[in-house]
Antibody
Framework: QVQLQESGPGLVKPSQTLSLTCTVS??????????WGWIRQPPGKGLEWIGY???????YYNPSLKSRVDISVDTSNNQVSLKLDSVTAADTAMYYC???????????WGLGTLVTVAS | QSALTQPPSASGSPGQAVTISCTGT?????????VSWYQQRPGKAPKLIIS???KRPSGVPDRFSGSKSGNTASLTVSGLQAEDEADYYC??????????FGGGTKVTVL
């Protein structure tokens, strides 16, 4: 059974960097068979794709966030990480990691972690 | 990259069918069949219910079906049940290795 779990600080100050980790069990993040993605959802609003990474190489980002985002993989710990620079209150959201068996299909999701940007 | 357009709400009585539209452009929804749909209940993570326009993952009832006409994809829930009350989101490949979601539709079972 594939499971994903997000972790990281729940509160980040404006202008700082948001850093989250997604720990995966039941599948290998280094496999070339899957993409591993991040999606966010501001309170009371819809879903926004942040980006994803192909386990065997290659990262792809939402053009609107591309200048601030970095997604990377830690194969030794079977984790996928998200960094978002220069955050503002608009980055306050529930952040989800998810597996893509192929493009535009996210079949396994983590429970999500709420990140609030405030001083 | 604007969000795909979904109606904010839809409703139906138990046993009826409800259809949710998802309108994009010839660069995303209209360009291929990489369209997926998600059900999200309050306080929960989204759940994949349709992938590649029409495919239902294992365990998803066959009451859920997907289709497309031109630049508009649709999700139909037949035989509406109380448990189908949730938010529904469409998602499409948008070219250039990017993905775009719809704004979401809240389905109410009357």
């Amino acid at each position: 059974q594939v499971q994903l779990q997000e972790s990281g600080p729940g509160l980040v100050k404006p202008s700082q960097t948001l850093s989250l980790t997604c720990t995966v069990s039941g599948a290998s993040v280094s496999s070339g068979d899957y993409y591993w993605g991040w999606i966010r959802q501001p309170p009371g609003k819809g879903l926004e794709w942040i980006g994803y990474l192909l386990g065997s190489g290659g990262t792809y980002y939402n053009p609107s966030l591309k200048s601030r985002v970095d997604i990377s993989v830690d194969t030794s710990n079977n984790q996928v990480s998200l960094k978002l620079d220069s955050v503002t209150a608009a980055d306050t959201a529930m952040y989800y990691c998810a597996r893509n068996p192929h493009i535009a299909a996210f079949d396994y999701w983590g429970l999500g972690t709420l990140v609030t940007v405030a001083s | 990259q604007s969000a795909l357009t979904q109606p904010p709400s839809a409703s139906g009585s138990p046993g009826q069918a409800v259809t949710i539209s998802c309108t994009g452009t010839s660069s995303d929804v209209g360009a291929h069949n990489y369209v997926s749909w998600y059900q999200q209940r309050p306080g929960k993570a989204p759940k994949l219910i349709i992938s590649e326009l029409t495919k239902r993952p294992s365990g998803v009832p066959d009451r859920f079906s997907g289709s497309k006409s031109g630049n508009t994809a649709s999700l139909t829930v037949s035989g509406l049940q109380a448990e189908d009350e949730a938010d529904y989101y469409c998602c499409s490949y948008a070219g250039g290795n990017s993905v775009i979601f719809g704004g979401g539709t809240k389905v109410t079972v009357l």
